[in-house]
């Protein structure tokens, strides 16, 4: 059988400053698989959108914002992440610009902005600690990791980068 994840984008929100990142405290829905987490904004892509289409879908339905300027940091292949031993693979944006207000309410929990050097202590999935550094710097190319999950729990993390024609060529 082939294999089918689920496919998702998960985006980071940062301020005008550069100092500060938006998640939601998914806090709200006692059914919820990451209540109690934090996490980045996204969710499942629709039968009719690319990645970029569905994170500023997402983006907009969750935090009332708009991306002007986003970059795809990477992508990870999730085997076994779900509730139900479900697999996902993620599109991982930066969102360094948007337009709009943010909403005061999400039914899935609550938006806050956090300093990107507290991050450590918030509560989130373990293996997003493995993978946010790479999505959170400011420039690089684009990592590809796999991140297999047993029990809700990581059992591994790989990831490469590509290097760009540009660096292999000297340029």
Not at 64 to 89: H, Q, V
Request: with cysteine.
């Amino acid at each position: 059988m082939p294999y089918q994840p689920i496919l998702a984008t998960l985006g980071y929100v940062f301020d005008p400053s550069g100092e500060r990142v938006l998640l939601i405290h998914r806090n709200k829905r006692s059914d919820d698989a990451h209540l109690g987490k934090f996490n980045g904004l996204g969710g499942k892509l629709e039968p009719h959108e690319d990645p970029v289409t569905c994170m500023r879908r997402e983006l907009h339905e969750e935090s009332g914002l708009f991306a002007t300027r986003m970059e795809l940091r990477g992508t990870i292949n999730w085997p076994g992440f779900g509730k139900n031993g479900e697999s996902w693979f993620g599109f991982l944006f930066r969102i360094t610009a948007f337009t709009g207000d943010l909403r005061a309410d999400n039914p899935e929990g609550d938006l806050s902005w956090h300093a990107l050097d507290a991050l450590g202590d918030l509560p989130m999935w373990p293996g997003d600690r493995d993978f946010l550094p790479l999505v959170l710097a400011g420039s690089g190319p684009c990592f590809h990791g796999v991140m297999p999950y047993s029990n809700g729990m990581p059992v591994s993390w790989q990831y490469q980068i590509l290097e760009t024609e540009a660096s292999i060529a000297g340029g």
